[in-house]
């Protein structure tokens, strides 16, 4: 078992900056990928970005690239997503997630992961 809760949401201007934290434990080890996702209302939840927790994957969607940066301290088994010139598009719950993949690329789809936090709500206005 995992669990990961997040917190760093709020409410931010266009062009504004956010970082989201995602606080892992349990059994948390090597092989296992952990995932950002975002589902606005209406709208089926989708990808942001993913990392590998030992290993040098990431991934980031097309939407967010240049924007958003994952990582992750293993001191603190924490990952982050930093936000950067956040968009009112980008308002969402955002959730975190942990999946068991020790090879291959990061996967995108919500069925790839197990276990998932509560989500927490950016609010991008213009």
């Known amino acids: 078992q995992v669990q990961v809760v997040e917190s760093g949401g709020g409410l931010v201007q266009a062009g504004g900056s956010l970082r989201l934290s995602c606080a892992a434990s349990g059994r948390t080890s090597s092989g296992y990928i952990m995932g950002w996702f975002r589902q606005a209302p209406g709208k089926e939840r989708e990808f942001v970005a993913g990392i590998g927790w030992s290993d040098p994957r990431t991934d980031l969607a097309d939407s967010v690239k240049g924007r958003f940066t994952i990582s992750l301290d293993n001191a603190k088994s924490t990952v982050y997503l930093q936000m950067n010139s956040l968009k009112p598009e980008d308002t969402a719950v955002y959730y975190c997630?942990?999946?068991?993949?020790?090879?291959?690329?990061?996967?995108?789809?919500?069925?790839?992961?197990?276990?998932w936090g509560q989500g927490t709500q950016v609010t991008v206005s213009s």
């Open positions: 997630a942990a999946g068991w993949r020790p090879f291959g690329l990061i996967r995108h789809g919500t069925s790839e992961y197990d276990y």
